[in-house]
């Protein structure tokens, strides 16, 4: 099948991540036999990536509550009635001596969120020493600020930002029944300008706000058509918190989460697709079966931003009941990435061998 390269050139090299899915395509991948859809993105999880290790990242936030923006989700918007304390920008050392206690604990990747709708120019000297303190340590650093000025682009990149997080979180069409206080364009910019100053892009979602089969389907061609895949996708499931507006959301059907994670993998197949917030609610059967899906990514520690995570004790007893191993951090990866051959290989039991790539 002809495919087309990031450059726009016609391609029949099947390991060229297609960016030309149309609405109707993924439709029709969401929508087959649960059997087939999860075999076709196994199939193209074990092309890509070792399908037995977990890339780990940590979150933490860095400025807590009091957002001006009215996102329908977050506890942290000032919109809503939620209970959550606003608290200032934390300290730099403070963060970083969390970072330090991440690292040991096994993350690769450090995650800091703020709750702005953007940074204000008195934050960035912070914001700037918090990145470049985290590199220091080895390692990879990733902020979530909300929108940026090209100014704050360069100070980021210059600072040694690898990833930037910015969700598009879900269709254009249901965007503003979500959040009113900004448009789906205004993070489409924010992440196109971003990649422009040659940023690592992390975007993605949730799942079960309400929203249709078709939204979901919009949302991953929305991501899958940008002019480069994100490298990271991060697919939420909605942890529906007391005061906010989707506070009585019903949950969604488990098996729906699962295809939504499997139809990420098939049309991004070389990013990190990562199984995000709302672990802490889920058995270990349907994390398997996420990962199972080409869910390659998750966040370890305690809390999320203001919501409780399963932690490590739990996390490390799945990764055993599973055979699963935490990734090094891509950088390496990448190096090895070089010498590796094969990307299952039946006579290497251990896969150890196997491809594993960045996006
Ligand atoms: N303020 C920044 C922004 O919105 O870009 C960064 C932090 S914001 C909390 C990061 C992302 O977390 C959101 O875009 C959303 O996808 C996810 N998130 C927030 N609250 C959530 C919830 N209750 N359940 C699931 N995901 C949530
Ligand atoms: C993402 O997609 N999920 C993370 C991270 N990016 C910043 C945040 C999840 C937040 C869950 C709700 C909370 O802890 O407040
Ligand atoms: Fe603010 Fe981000 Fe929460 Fe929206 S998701 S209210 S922008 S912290």
């Given at each position: 099948m002809l495919t087309r390269t990031p450059d726009n050139r016609q391609t029949n090299d099947a390991s060229v991540p297609r960016r030309d899915w149309t609405r109707g395509e993924a439709a029709a991948l969401y929508a087959l036999p649960f059997n087939d859809l999860l075999f076709r993105a196994q199939t193209v999880h074990r092309a890509n990536f070792d399908p037995n290790r977990v890339q780990k990242s940590q979150l933490l936030s860095i400025k807590t509550g009091g957002c001006?923006?009215?996102?329908?989700?977050?506890?942290?918007?000032?919109?809503?009635?939620?209970?959550l304390k606003a608290s200032k920008l934390m300290e730099v050392e403070r963060v970083l001596a969390a970072a330090k206690k991440a690292k040991d604990g096994g993350a690769t990747r450090y995650c800091m969120g703020a709750a702005w709708r953007e940074p204000k120019n008195r934050d960035m000297d912070a914001v700037v020493a918090m990145v470049e303190g985290v590199k220091a340590m080895g390692l990879e650093t990733c902020m979530t600020l909300g929108m940026l000025s090209d100014e704050d682009i360069a100070r980021l990149k210059t600072a040694g930002l690898d990833y930037y997080n910015h969700n598009i979180d879900t269709s254009e069409r249901y965007y503003s029944e979500i959040i009113s206080t900004r448009t789906f364009a205004d993070r489409l910019d924010t992440l196109e300008r971003v990649r422009t100053a040659g940023m690592k892009v992390c975007s993605g979602g949730i799942i079960?706000?309400?929203?249709t089969e078709n939204d979901r389907v919009d949302m991953l061609v929305t991501l899958a058509t940008l002019d480069q895949h994100p490298e990271s996708v991060p697919i939420n499931m909605l942890i529906?918190?007391?005061?906010?507006?989707?506070?009585?959301t019903p949950p969604i059907d488990p098996i729906d989460f699962v295809r939504t994670i499997a139809l990420a993998r098939i049309m991004m197949p070389r990013s990190f697709v990562r199984l995000s917030a709302g672990r802490t609610e889920m058995s270990d059967e349907l994390q398997a079966l996420c990962f199972f899906a080409g869910a390659n990514s998750i966040f370890v520690g305690d809390t999320l931003l203001t919501t409780d995570n399963p932690g490590e004790d739990k996390d490390e007893a799945l990764f055993r009941r599973l055979g699963i191993k935490g990734l090094e951090s891509e950088a390496n990866v990448a190096t090895r990435q070089t010498t590796a051959t094969r990307a299952?290989?039946?006579?290497?039991?251990?896969?150890?061998g196997a491809r594993v790539q960045t996006g």
């Open positions: 001006a923006e009215d996102c329908g989700y977050c506890s942290q918007s000032a919109h809503h009635p939620s209970g079960g706000m309400g929203e529906a918190i007391p005061g906010t507006p989707l506070e009585n299952c290989d039946v006579t290497d039991p251990t896969n150890e």
